[in-house]
């Protein structure tokens, strides 16, 4: 598998982790490398006394890159200065941006996170922005700048897998950036869709975190963002209405008495 | 004695207390790896933590890099 470059990173794994639902430490740790990931998300919150361990150390020892999230963001200006604060506290200006506009699907906000992607990307960051499956929405945010695009599959751990990959392919197509399918990936058979349809990369937590056995899961996850990738590169067979014979035609016996 | 408003709760801390007083009386250990401050709604580089003085009814959010994504 090629390596994936955005910005001016590589990474062996297609697969990004989002730490989020795990049920502890030692589950993010054991999850993250059964998955290969190289990248992991973490979300800016207040310093709470009574945690115990420290993510970063986790994240460090498996080897991941650690992507700070806007999460909880609902208006460009904090969605911004989250990805400040992020900026002094990680030492990256990498950001996974992040702006919701209901809190109920926690889709998007599309007008504040065009607002928040140019001035992030005016400060200097590699944004890399989660977005609607909006093909029109995406050409803005590269146009602003984005060093990725990552539209929804579905909203997030909705495990709905993903909903419109015609608007999926159209934004695989007309992108010069890498493309990220994040969010609403349900299981391993939606992370190889999301591949086979020509995304760079899967962006996932919930279908990990949230499993019976979340290593196991990741394990798996791991599989099929390289299975889906491989049989993109392989090129399928088109899809036909009718059965072709994969047997020689003739020479067939016969078989039944004159 | 500065009263402050320090992750959302009301606190009060000594006399020529800074921010980096404060970052340690949210919790933070140590050298506050991984931790941010906002004051104000704006964020104050971790080098000018021991300079600044709490203003009175100033508003203090003191972050770090938790669980989280998708």
Known sequence: ?258 | MPAVCLNGEERTLPDGATVLDAVHASGAEGEARGVAVAVDGEVLPRAEWTRTALGEGCHLEVLHAVQGGC
Request: overall charge negative; glycine content about 10%; aromatic content about 4%.
């Open chain 1, 1 to 258: 598998m090629d390596r994936l470059t955005i910005g001016d990173r590589t990474f062996g794994s297609r697969l990004i982790i989002g730490t989020g639902g795990f049920r502890n430490l030692e589950t993010v740790r054991k999850a993250v490398k059964a998955s290969g990931a190289e990248m992991a998300t973490v979300a800016m919150r207040r310093v709470d006394p009574s945690a115990r361990g420290s993510l970063l150390d986790v994240l460090t020892e498996v080897g991941c890159f650690v992507l700070p999230n806007t999460a909880g963001c609902f208006t460009a200006r904090d969605a911004v200065t989250t990805a400040r604060l992020a900026r002094e506290a990680l030492e990256t200006d990498w950001v996974k941006l992040e702006v919701i506009g209901d809190d109920r699907t926690l889709l998007p906000d599309a007008s504040e996170l065009l607002e928040a992607a140019e001035t992030l990307v005016g400060e200097g960051f590699t944004v890399l922005p989660y977005t609607n499956d909006d093909p029109v929405l995406a050409q803005r945010l590269e146009d602003a700048g984005c060093a990725a695009v990552m539209p929804l599959g579905s909203p997030i751990g909705s495990g709905m897998g993903i909903l419109n990959t015609y608007n999926l392919r159209l934004i695989v197509e007309q992108s010069h950036v890498p493309v990220i399918l994040d969010a609403g990936i349900g299981t391993v058979s939606d992370a190889a869709l999301a591949m086979e349809s020509g995304a760079d990369g899967v962006l996932l937590a919930s279908a990990i975190s949230r499993a019976e056995d979340p290593a196991a899961m990741a394990n798996a996850m791991r599989k099929a963002v390289e299975a889906g990738y491989e049989a993109r590169r392989a090129g399928r067979i088109p899809r036909r209405l009718y059965a072709e014979a994969s047997s020689p035609e003739e020479g067939v016996a016969e078989l039944q008495s004159p």
